[in-house]
């Protein structure tokens, strides 16, 4: 039985919480946050606290904080030598206070307030810098049924850069095709079958393979159809910006 | 029984040919193609044409050939007041001969050669300048299992524009993950459970509350972080560009 403190009372610590509830092999012995009130509801199922010198042995103390917050959290934590991780993907781990044992827990996912997560579709990116600390985080991410892989520094950073490549600015370009459908009354949802089928090929095929559209063919008639008919200048900038990275991916001339 | 005749040989005819087949209340009386060998293993199941002479009467003449193509075939045919209709997302309806009947059939979703394609997953648009000719291409439509939607051409414009958002610029995105990750040896795998839970997300919320993360955030400390680690100068600015798209959209202050 692992026994773990989780810190924290964000998306990614409540989903950590509820998840590990439901799974043999681990305990969450106690559940720190700064404001107690927020981890109310709780307090029936786990020990809450919002005094950290309150805090007792754990295996392992997992910071799910803002990313600004990890280095004091962790100098403010009044032990040494325990293993202390935090769940960021863009925090160093060195950023950790070097008293205790280091390591992230870096969940490769989007986690909303209230929708279930099934963290068997959530990649756990493990980092260390003492090796011995690798297999008691990787038992601890298995047990919520999570693949997992161990990364180091770079890779973990380059991890969460592609993130907001395929997460923040894809979900923007769904959003700029609402702005656009909406424009003339058309659907939203009409788009959603294609939205859906674009993110699945993905999955079989590589990006590259699976590449398609005016950019590609290098269609300049209905490019500049499609620019003439962009009012939005930000849309018109992103349009030509993306048309030429395909282009500039999939060779030949530009635009 | 709608009788079809489909003309091309393309991803989209192809498609339509094979689930045509299957379904009952629609039979596919001819199919022609330039190239009369690309149809060779078809010559068993439908009447392979070569010549546009040879069209005998149908009730829906389909034209899913390439948008250069479609005025200058849709003239070439041997006869006049019948319904002929094309499929692209971007070509006129008027580009289409008026000695016929005319209109669109757009179906929006991305077809791959080899993929077997399930046409509920496949909202198709339907346009005619004659209110007339509407119900039966809806009815034609509605037995592929398809959703269906009457669309303007102001509708069909921008819905092809935006499919290309979502579609073949969600796409470069992930192929810019892609690089972005192999760049440091580390797996596009993992990020694969995300590209698939941004696109569920927004199959029931609008991408506008699904946004997350740095840019939306303005976390000025990530976003540095990130412009200093990606060395393409395209990705660069394709990050600036939706980063600060996405801050417009979310308000507060710019990048």
Redo the contacts between chains.
């Keep these: 039985m692992i026994s773990v403190a989780i810190l924290g009372a964000g998306n990614v610590a409540t989903h950590l919480f509820k998840a590990f509830s439901k799974k043999e092999g681990v305990f969450v012995s106690q559940w720190y946050n700064r404001h107690i009130d927020t981890l109310a509801s709780y307090k029936n199922e786990v020990d809450v606290i919002d005094d950290l010198s309150q805090l007792k042995d754990a295996d392992v103390y997992i910071m799910a904080v803002s990313?600004?917050v990890i280095a004091n959290l962790s100098s403010q934590l009044p032990f040494e030598n325990r293993l202390v991780v935090h769940t960021s993907g863009?925090v160093s781990v060195y950023d950790i206070d070097k008293k205790h044992k280091r390591g992230v827990l870096y969940p490769?996912?989007?986690f909303?307030k209230n929708?279930e997560i099934d963290f068997a579709?959530?990649?756990i990116?493990i980092e260390t810098i003492n090796k011995a600390c690798y297999p008691l985080l990787k038992q601890l991410a298995r047990s919520l049924g999570s693949?997992t892989?161990r990364?180091n520094s770079?890779?973990?950073?380059?991890?969460h850069?592609?993130?907001?490549?395929?997460?923040?600015?894809?979900?923007?370009?769904?959003?700029?095709?609402?702005e656009?459908?909406e424009?003339?009354?058309?659907?939203?949802d009409?788009?959603?079958?294609?939205?859906?089928?674009?993110?699945?090929?993905?999955?079989n095929h590589?990006?590259?393979t699976?590449?398609?559209?005016?950019?590609?063919r290098h269609?300049k008639?209905?490019i500049k159809?499609?620019l003439k008919?962009?009012e939005n200048p930000?849309h018109k900038?992103?349009?030509e910006?993306?048309t030429?990275?395909?282009q500039?991916?999939h060779g030949r001339k530009k635009l």
Tied chains: 1, 2.
């Design positions: 990313d600004d863009s490769l996912q989007t909303s929708a579709n959530v990649p990116c693949p892989k990364v770079d890779q973990r950073r380059v991890l850069l592609a993130a907001v490549f395929v997460n923040n600015f894809t979900n923007q370009l769904y959003r700029i095709g609402h656009i459908t424009s003339e009354g058309a659907e939203f009409l788009l959603k079958p294609l939205i859906l089928e674009t993110a699945l090929k993905v999955q590589s990006p590259f699976a590449q398609t559209g005016p950019a590609k269609d008639k209905t159809k499609h008919a962009l930000h900038n992103i349009y910006l993306l030429e990275s395909i500039h991916t």
